[in-house]
């Protein structure tokens, strides 16, 4: 059985170790905030109600995606599908291309940036293949325009930040939903996170002005690592409710 993305895909690496995914995720809330239509995740209700969940939910489903068989992964993005399909019948017009395109290309940038940052710098074939990985779930969801390569992804990922992020009403809503989820001291890390991994566009939209305090604190993270202490780091700075989630992210 073909699977979606290769046994031994650079991808599977990334998603497969709750480190990347968590630093995906965290980079992903900033964005998804930011976005200029953001107001499609308000229409439920939902995404207000309950942001680490709805956000968490997209990111495992990403997951659940990668490292499903290629059958299995099209039934999961046609469900996808379908759930767009009915968000779009409830308020009467179809959710925009571009909000479909800003959400892969985001997950293709910290897809990267992440494990960079925790792992090692990735050669141009590795990064071709995180590209092509996510477009072939683009192509499956029917999204339009996507680039042909991984050069013109860069171009373009650019000019969607420049075109389709902003700080609105509801971006200030949601962060003050986050504030409130994660407490502030949870908050502040995450902030501090922000200011480590997503593009300067995205902190300059949210003021991130100083560099952050965690880029020197990644190589003893990582010694936490490998003598299994950095369970103790995560216990602290995730909410309870969410550790198993992160425990299960892990696979071999």
Do not use: C
């Not at 968590?22 to 980079?27: D, E, K, P, T, W």
């Not at 996808?80 to 892969?104: C, E, K, W």
């Not at 962060?175 to 996170?193: A, N, S």
């Amino acid at each position: 059985m073909k699977d979606f993305a290769t046994k031994n895909s650079i991808v599977r690496k990334i998603w497969g170790n709750s480190d990347t995914v968590l630093l995906i995720f965290a980079g992903a809330s900033a964005e998804f905030a930011l976005n200029k239509s953001v107001d499609w995740l308000y229409f439920t209700g939902k995404l207000p109600s309950d942001p680490l969940g709805r956000l968490f939910s997209t990111v495992t489903y990403a997951q659940k995606i990668v490292f499903a068989s290629e059958s299995d992964a099209f039934n999961v993005i046609d469900s996808m599908n379908n759930i767009h399909g009915n968000v779009s019948t409830a308020r009467g017009f179809q959710i925009p291309n571009h909000a479909y395109q800003d959400v892969l290309y985001l997950l293709i940038h910290y897809s990267i940036v992440a494990y960079e940052i925790l792992e090692r710098p990735l050669v141009y074939s590795e990064k071709e293949e995180i590209f092509n990985v996510f477009t072939k779930l683009g192509n499956r969801m029917n999204i339009q325009n996507l680039p042909s390569s991984f050069n013109e992804w860069v171009v373009i990922r650019q000019s969607s930040l420049m075109q389709h992020l902003a700080f609105s009403d509801h971006s200030q809503d949601l962060f003050k939903q986050y504030k409130k989820h994660l407490g502030k001291t949870r908050y502040f890390v995450l902030q501090e996170v922000y200011r480590l991994i997503t593009p300067s566009h995205v902190q300059n939209l949210l003021h991130l002005k100083r560099k952050s305090l965690f880029t020197g604190i990644i190589v003893p993270y990582k010694v936490a690592k490998k003598v299994r202490l950095d369970f103790l780091i995560k216990k602290l700075l995730l909410p309870v409710e969410f550790q198993q989630d992160i425990k299960a992210l892990n696979i071999a």
